[in-house]
């Protein structure tokens, strides 16, 4: 079993939905919480961070981390077709673990937001 | 303030030779660590460097090595390429252990093994 498991879609949505992707992780020593956006032939682009459970807003984007389960969610309000694109989550461990800083991701969601 | 550079972006390479893929990080950041994307195997994390020394590794065979030197930039290495070796090494780099611990990736070196 991967340590962090990641519906990898597609998903497929009209623009000005809300979407929601999410991932769940078996390794307790993740502390801090990471979701980038990829497009084709690019680099990851880091669009939300988090270190503790609760929510984090910034603009249509809202980052939410529930420790006790293991679950972490991305939600995406009012979606545009430019956010057409693979949505990864990554996760490492605390400072001084042997885990840190290296990020392991999920395999990445699909998502296409149609006109 | 320029993010992270990776060359070359593109490279083609014959089974059993050998590479250098090259980075630098974003000024001022001192860790620079280095992933493998394949469609299989999605990111995967090769190794870390900070102040020159490898910090953490990956499962990744002897075969992938790599080196930072004293301005932070970094380099990794590929020997006797196989063709399973075929992916996108990405480098990313953050300020230091200790301090924040987002990475902000580069473009990424596709490398064709053939």
């Known amino acids: 079993q991967k340590e962090v498991e990641q519906d990898p879609g597609p998903l497929s949505v009209p623009e000005g939905a809300i979407v929601s992707l999410n991932c769940t992780y078996s390794?307790?020593?993740?502390?801090?919480f990471m979701w980038y956006r990829q497009y084709s032939r690019k680099g990851p682009e880091l669009l939300m961070y988090?270190?503790?459970?609760g929510n984090k807003e910034d603009g249509r984007f809202t980052a939410q981390v529930d420790k006790s389960s293991k679950y972490i969610s991305l939600f995406i309000r009012d979606s545009q077709p430019s956010d057409s694109a693979t949505y990864l989550c990554?996760?490492?461990?605390?400072?001084?673990?042997?885990?840190?800083?290296?990020?392991?991701f999920g395999q990445g969601t699909i998502l296409t937001v149609h006109p | 303030k320029a993010g992270v550079t990776q060359t070359p972006r593109y490279l083609i390479k014959t089974r059993g030779q050998q590479v250098t893929l090259s980075c630098s990080p974003i000024?001022?950041?001192?860790?620079v660590s280095w992933y493998q994307q394949t469609p299989g195997q999605g990111l995967q994390f090769l190794f870390e460097?900070?102040?020159?020394?490898?910090?953490n590794k990956g499962n990744f065979p002897g075969r992938f090595s790599g080196r930072q030197f004293s301005n932070s930039r970094s380099e990794m290495n590929v020997s006797t390429l196989e063709l399973g070796d075929s992916a996108l090494y990405l480098c990313?780099?953050?300020?230091?252990?200790?301090?924040?611990?987002?990475?902000?990736f580069g473009p990424g070196t596709r490398l064709t093994v053939t």
């Open positions: 460097y900070f102040s020159e020394t490898q910090r």
């Open positions: 390794n307790s020593a993740f502390q801090y």
């Open positions: 990554a996760m490492s461990g605390r400072a001084g673990g042997t885990s840190y800083g290296k990020l392991t």
């Open positions: 000024s001022g950041h001192r860790s």
């Open positions: 990313a780099s953050r300020p230091a252990p200790g301090g924040s611990y987002e990475q902000y």
């Open positions: 988090t270190y503790s459970s």
